[in-house]
């Protein structure tokens, strides 16, 4: 075990972890977080999703003593019920959930993409979201809010 | 850290909050209620008695509505359509109304929520819908009382009752009832709402659960904490059936935040003070298993079905089949194969459990809160009474995936070390074990005249069968319960006995073209007379279970291309041909509605131009709703890939409570059995399940070319609401495999549809 600092959301953290444990584990249990979620533990499924310095990346699979000191950002937050990001929203416009178990992958990974590719076009973000599962397959509705938020933000 | 469990809030503390007075049940009281009712669906026993009005609905003194229901919400949309239903019978905003889901302590039972069948149950009339309009009527006399006005005059909107004509005189809920208990049964014929009076029912109210799940809040059974909790892994067998050698616990000892090991039987289990910790140590623990008794090879699992011992049964039989396909001017023959696939749940099962003594509190994503809580009395030896199960919603589970199994995960575990225990399955844990739907090997045949009418089908199928929904007493159906000694149900070998009506086509085993008859009444939904369906089951060596229109869709894939392979023959349109031998004037229609919104041109198939268009329909469980669909593919005939354009849907499930909603099912039930139809497959080896993660179990990504879904959704008031969930994925593998044989003249008659199996269907064309 040792102390590790986190930056979480804009939060600052002080934990007392085995730095080789994945992130989502500290995120989930020792902060109590929502966003990220176990999907498949692999890296294959992009649940677990958080973004850090500005990339989406796998917390499922990166010891949380790579990110120390680093800025995470988890879909909380990105936006809240209150005040949800345009994203968010855009899901939210569109109804573009069943279960909503993936969509903490599908708008992180989303997110990070049109950050780095604001004019992606449909085949470089179909590339993009290559890896992200949704097993109710809300892909229709996902693409759509997707395409939207890009569309608003240009 | 701990979170508040909202969701296991209890009906004493929640009537607490909400103002109300109605006395309610203490813990005490619940567990050790005498005053036991048989539930009325196929259920046991439970203390909430379903024919009490007050077991469904509270009226708080603020006015706020709280029903309680036993259909629980798991992504399908039923938890904001149920709240529409109460909103609408008692005149309410939406915004007024709780529904408590699924708390063995609290909801009614009602069994488990599946099988399309929450719309029937819950929205026709009976049960919640029906409370809801006795508890209007209820509150329609006690305002007439109040305002000395008779009910005929009253009219309620917004939670008020009103005077018509008469806008001073008003009373509204809260003050008439608000904090007290209706004390009366359900009104089996209390008056429902019109449709034509609908005002929240039929609309696109939005899931009330959408922004919390946008913004990362919302509360998963993942995310239950409790104060005190541990977490726990399992360590499931090296091979399908392997019994437990020895468990080297010195192989684990000294890790860090180990607990316990946890051995019961051939269960193995670790408990651990944080999640890594107990991967770590289940990773790490030693155990040594039999070699088990051996798979069948998967290259030959078809055959080996056909030659097992099976429990045989006759749907239908006309007795004249064999006569009629030897007369025949011409005889049709094909066999399709359907593999084993899997719920494959975005998320793995999670549950927490906190067993104290011989009292037993599990948070489970389960389809079935009172039969699990059976279950967990089982596993755990304790009286179900002892048991609560609280259902809290899991990842996406299209029937039983691993949600039954990890709570006994969690209440064995827990119940080990005395403190609660939170468990989520690893990948291969969930996927090697979970209870697969069914593979299926059908032979058709059929007679057709000169005229090129059918006149004879013949459909005989084999399919393996190991467990499935545990129940109320048969927790060995799924593989913790197994584990610890309970049989799994499996099929004993025994002939087919006669046929026995009327007809109830649940399984879609008897295609939509027959006449269905049996001893004279005739309940199948086509016109062909001479008619014989034989089924056997077989064992299975997996578990197998309900998976997302279980049987129906392996069925309806057979049926659905041989009666293309059969228009082809006689050369005609299959949009017509379809008709031609259709009864059920809904099924017709919506074929014809697909038909129109593609904008089918005639045609005889193949096509063989590369692109190609298919069709394929069904009345979902006979009765359950009726769908047809239209898809447009592209096929790559060098690499053997299909690419899917557009699926257009038609669907008429009767009145439509969210169209929005219905859409959502649709557009993912299309795409579902697209993936199903393209990729999906469970393998294995000699020994195990090989098919444990997302590279060795193919389901198409967000990224993939997904195709346009255009949904025609078919109104139709004046009969029975059905279901909506398992329509539109009954029939994608046939429209596509219609589809590819219109493009190309090759028919692929085995689901998943891979580039190689294409490949070779273009290679076998003649």
């Keep these: 075990m040792s102390e590790i600092a986190l930056n979480v959301n804009g939060r600052s953290h002080r934990l007392d972890v085995d730095s080789a444990t994945p992130l989502l584990y500290v995120l989930s249990d020792d902060l109590g977080l929502r966003g990220p979620k176990l999907g498949c533990g692999l890296g294959q499924c992009g649940a677990c999703t958080v973004i850090v310095r500005g990339r989406a990346v796998r917390s499922c699979v990166t010891p949380v003593g790579t990110v120390a000191g680093a800025e995470i950002m988890t879909l909380e937050g990105l936006g809240t019920p209150e005040k949800p990001h345009p994203l968010q929203q855009a899901f939210i416009d569109e109804q573009a959930a069943q279960c909503g178990f993936c969509l903490n992958g599908v708008i992180l990974t989303a997110k990070a993409f049109l950050d780095q590719k604001p004019k992606a076009t449909d085949a470089e973000l179909q590339q993009g979201l290559a890896n992200v599962l949704c097993r109710c397959f809300t892909h229709v509705r996902m693409l759509r809010a997707i395409k939207k938020y890009q569309e608003k933000r240009a | ?766």
């Design chain 2, 1 to 766: 850290m701990t979170t508040k469990i909202t969701t296991a809030v209890d009906r004493r503390v929640f009537l607490q909050m909400s103002g109300a007075l109605v006395v309610s049940f203490s813990a005490a009281s619940i567990l050790d209620a005498a005053d036991v009712v048989q539930g009325p669906f196929d259920t046991r026993r439970s203390h909430v008695d379903p024919t009490q009005l007050d077991s469904w609905l509270a009226v708080g003194a603020d006015g706020s509505v709280t029903a309680y229901t036993g259909k629980c919400e798991f992504g399908q949309g039923m938890y904001t359509a149920q709240i529409q239903l109460v909103a609408e019978e008692l005149s309410v905003p939406v915004s007024r109304v709780k529904l408590l889901q699924c708390d063995t302590s609290i909801c009614p039972d009602q069994g488990t929520t599946s099988g399309s069948q929450s719309t029937p149950t819950n929205f026709n009339e009976r049960n919640l819908a029906q409370a809801a309009a006795t508890a209007r009527e209820a509150l329609l006399r006690l305002a007439s009382e109040r305002l000395g006005v008779p009910v005929d005059r009253l009219a309620a909107s917004d939670g008020v009752v009103g005077v018509k004509g008469d806008a001073g005189k008003r009373v509204s809920y809260g003050e008439l009832v608000g904090g007290k208990r209706f004390d009366i049964t359900v009104n089996a014929h209390a008056p429902r709402k019109a449709v034509a009076d609908w005002r929240v029912m039929g609309t696109p109210v939005p899931r009330v659960d959408m922004t919390e799940m946008a913004t990362g809040t919302f509360e998963f059974v993942h995310n239950v904490r409790v104060p005190g909790m541990l977490h726990g892994r399992v360590v499931r067998p090296a091979a399908v059936g392997a019994a437990l050698a020895s468990v080297d616990e010195a192989s684990v000892r000294g890790m860090p935040g180990l607990v316990k090991v946890v051995v019961r039987k051939n269960f193995i289990g670790v408990v651990c003070e944080k999640e890594w910790q107990a991967i770590q140590a289940a990773a790490k623990l030693k155990v040594a298993w039999t070699a088990g008794p051996g798979l069948p090879a998967q290259h030959d699992f078809y055959d080996y079905l056909r030659k097992q011992p099976a429990r045989d049964a006759a749907i239908v039989d006309s007795k004249d089949i064999d006569q009629k396909l030897a007369a025949a001017s011409s005889v049709l023959k094909a066999t399709y194969l359907h593999p084993y696939q899997m719920h494959g749940s975005m998320g793995t099962s999670c549950a927490v459990a906190d067993v104290q003594g011989n009292k037993a509190t599990v948070w489970s994503p389960t389809q079935s809160a009172y039969p699990t809580r059976n279950g967990v009395a089982a596993v755990l030896g304790i009286p179900p009474d002892n048991v609560r199960v609280v259902y809290v919603r899991g990842s996406g589970c299209y029937g039983i995936n691993g949600a039954d199994t990890v709570s006994y995960d969690a209440a064995l575990l827990s119940h080990a070390v005395g403190k609660p225990v939170r468990i989520q399955l690893s990948r291969q844990d969930e996927m090697a074990w979970e209870n697969y739907g069914f593979a299926y090997v059908i032979d058709q045949r059929a007679a057709v005249d000169r005229s090129g009418t059918i006149v004879a089908w013949d459909y005989e199928s084999w399919s393996p069968s190991l467990g499935g929904r545990p129940g109320y007493d048969q927790p060995g159906n799924v593989v913790t319960g197994m584990l610890v000694g309970f049989e799994p149900a499996a099929p004993a070998p025994r002939a087919a006995g006669a046929p026995r009506g009327p007809l109830r086509n649940g399984s879609n085993a008897v295609p939509s073209y027959l006449a269905g008859c049996i001893d004279g009444s005739c309940n199948g939904a086509g016109t062909i007379k001479s008619e014989r369906v034989v089924t056997h089951t077989i064992l299975s060596p997996f578990f197998t279970g309900p998976l997302r229109s279980p049987a129906r869709l392996q069925n309806t894939f057979a049926h659905e291309c041989f009666l293309d392979e059969i228009a082809a023959q006689v050369k005609a349109d299959p949009v017509e041909y379809r008709v031609r031998h259709l009864s059920d004037p809904r099924l017709r229609e919506v074929v014809q509605a697909a038909a129109k919104a593609a904008k089918w041109q005639p045609r005889q198939s193949p096509q063989r131009t590369g692109s190609g268009r298919g069709i394929a329909c069904v009345a979902y469980e006979g009765d359950n709703g009726y769908v047809a669909m239209v898809a447009d593919v592209d096929v790559d005939q060098s690499s053997g890939r299909i690419r899917v354009k557009k699926l257009v849907v038609a669907q008429d499930c009767g009145p439509i409570t969210n169209p929005d909603g219905m859409k959502n099912q649709v557009e993912g039930g299309a795409l579902q059995g697209l993936s199903r139809a393209l990729g999906e497959e469970v393998t294995w080896d000699d020994r195990k399940v090989t098919s444990i993660d997302w590279r060795t179990y193919h389901s198409l990504p967000l990224g993939f070319d997904v195709p346009e879904v255009e949904s025609v959704l078919i109104n139709r008031n004046g009969v029975e609401a059905s279901g909506a969930g398992e329509t539109a994925i009954t029939i994608v593998a046939a429209a596509v495999g219609n589809a590819v044989f219109d493009a190309t003249g090759a028919r692929i008659r085995q689901v998943p549809f891979t580039p190689e199996r294409v490949k070779a269907a273009l290679q076998a064309r003649t």
